[in-house]
């Protein structure tokens, strides 16, 4: 006897989150792994992600974009990257990787001599005149390899 085909659509995997509740994200080298990661983004993240997005963008808009290492990247053509979004439980960071050389120098250090962070919390206020300077700023320096 045969079996009666479905014809209901298959349902949507919900994304898989890991430790601190960063997406897990296939690696991809464009925009659309990029909003993948921002859609799966938990709670109110997904909504800032996508303003950081917009952004980045808007400062940048031949920006490159990929999803490496489970976190969104930001570069230009044949420089590198400049910039790495991660989710954390609490918090988004934002890794600015020649933040050392931005002005003013984002708020905080890393264990990277050159890399400098921008925690985003919930109930934080992003002043985002600062942070597309900074995005600016990045973008015209030699980036990461990576």
Known sequence: MAKAKSTQAP????PVLLSGGNPRIAKGYSDAPVQA???AMPGWKSEVGRRL???IVRAVPDVRKAVKWNSPFY???GEGWFLGIHCFAKYIK???FRGLSLKPVPPVESKSKDT???????DGRLDEEQFVSWVKQASQLPG???
């Open 94 to 96: 934002v890794a600015f």
């Open 11 to 14: 349902l949507k995997a919900e």
């Open 37 to 39: 990661y921002i859609a």
């Open 144 to 146: 990461e390899r990576m």
């Open 53 to 55: 997005d917009r952004l």
């Open 75 to 77: 570069g230009t053509e």
């Open 116 to 122: 400098r962070y921008v925690h985003i919390h919930e």
